[in-house]
């Protein structure tokens, strides 16, 4: 039993079966936060595709949880890189869930906050985690997108966003992350059609190479229908 199983079955829509999985991994594993980790993603996915309020509690019941774990292993190794990676990814996530399921709008920032602070600091101190840059790709693409007169404010705190540098960072975790390639793969589709960044058909042939690798995606199918 592995974390890539689990993520075998989340990346083709088998949610159940991947909720298992990881399930069963924090229990064979306790000390290793992956598998709590991947198992609130599970219902991250649930609740956002269905916007279900009892699906987006659990969420984040098991993401209180997660966090919980993450501070007690910083406090016996404030340089366990998969703990900080995963309690950044953790609340990036959170926040952004908030926002699309509009919640309260002031926890999502708080999230937001913590979450590209942590993953900024990994990518600065640990430069080869690069699970931490899809994390830190997305804010940078999605603070690119604040209008012009509003970016003296993101300087003022210390925030910086940069569309094609959240792009180059999104490539970096495509070809070198352990758990995150197959989303990075996703999100640079999107934004590289977005972008019209498309050279040498990249979009199109990242996208095939998801189809082709997890042929029971409804989702990598529809897109590429499309």
């Known amino acids: 039993l592995s974390i890539e199983d689990g993520l075998n079955d989340l990346y083709n829509v088998r949610l159940e079966e991947a909720e298992i999985k990881f399930?069963?991994?924090g229990i064979l594993y306790p000390d290793d936060m992956k598998g709590f980790f991947f198992e609130s993603m599970v219902y991250f996915y649930r609740a956002a595709s269905t916007r279900d309020e009892n699906l987006y509690n659990k969420y984040i019941e098991l993401t209180d949880k997660v966090i919980d774990k993450c501070e007690e292993q910083l406090e016996i190794n404030d340089n366990n890189?998969?703990?900080l990676y995963i309690?950044?990814?953790?609340h990036s996530y959170r926040s952004l869930i908030m926002v699309y399921l509009?919640?309260?709008?002031l926890k999502a920032a708080d999230n937001g906050n913590k979450g590209y602070r942590i993953l900024k600091n990994i990518v600065s101190n640990y430069p080869d985690y690069y699970d931490a840059y899809m994390g830190l790709g997305l804010f940078k693409i999605a603070l690119g997108f604040v209008p012009e007169?509003?970016?003296w404010l993101l300087s003022l705190i210390g925030i910086d966003g940069d569309?094609?540098?959240g792009i180059?960072?999104?490539?970096?975790s495509a070809e070198k992350s352990r758990f995150n390639r197959v989303e990075s793969k996703a999100f640079l589709v999107v934004f590289l059609i977005r972008e019209k960044e498309e050279k040498n058909t990249e979009s199109l042939?990242?996208?095939n190479s998801l189809v082709n690798e997890y042929p029971d995606s409804p989702v990598f199918r529809e897109v590429y229908g499309s």
Do not use: F
């Open 102 to 105: 509009n919640k309260s709008l």
């Open 87 to 90: 309690d950044g990814a953790v």
């Open 163 to 165: 569309i094609k540098d």
């Open 205 to 207: 042939d990242i996208l």
């Open 23 to 25: 399930h069963s991994y």
């Open 168 to 172: 180059q960072m999104l490539r970096t």
């Open 81 to 83: 890189t998969d703990a």
């Open 149 to 151: 007169k509003y970016k």
